[in-house]
């Protein structure tokens, strides 16, 4: 299992529940919110796995539905939000471990490719627009936006990606 895994059984184990005792409850966005809560728990756990010097902002990202994925220095996916099935048909099991162009595919343009690899290379910042493909072989087009995030010594350790389909 992994960290993160246990920060949610850690999150619920516990737990203690009132009784609802009125049905007229309106929150239209209260699974939204209950989700995000749940994933910040599970970032601040990677957070203090690998020492990130300043927490990334990806609160609203989350609550405005995009997808979010984490990799390694390595670039293997080590965390995807709930977003990454919808948006691409593949459970986070399937994704964990794997290095993001399993997504991409033979209409997925290189130079594109190249150019993002230029900028993790670089440690620079960066948004693109990349052609890829779902578990089930549809294509879609995902808007990027990629970060590195540095230890506290300044080292890079992860890359966070925010994603999603654009129609």
Known sequence: ???YENAFIEMYKGATYAPLTSWDISCKNIYGAINTGQELQCLKVLEKEYNWAQFPELRIPLLHKKTVVITNSRKEIIWVS???????GYLPSEAIGK????LQGPNTDK????LINEKLKALESSNHKILNYKKDGRQYICD??????FDKFHTPVNFVAIEFETV
Do not use: A, V
């Open 99 to 102: 290095k993001p162009i399993f």
């Open 1 to 3: 299992m992994y960290e």
């Open 82 to 88: 709930r977003r990454f099935y919808h948006m691409t």
């Open 111 to 114: 130079n594109t490719l190249c």
């Open 144 to 149: 990027l936006e990629i970060h590195p995030i």
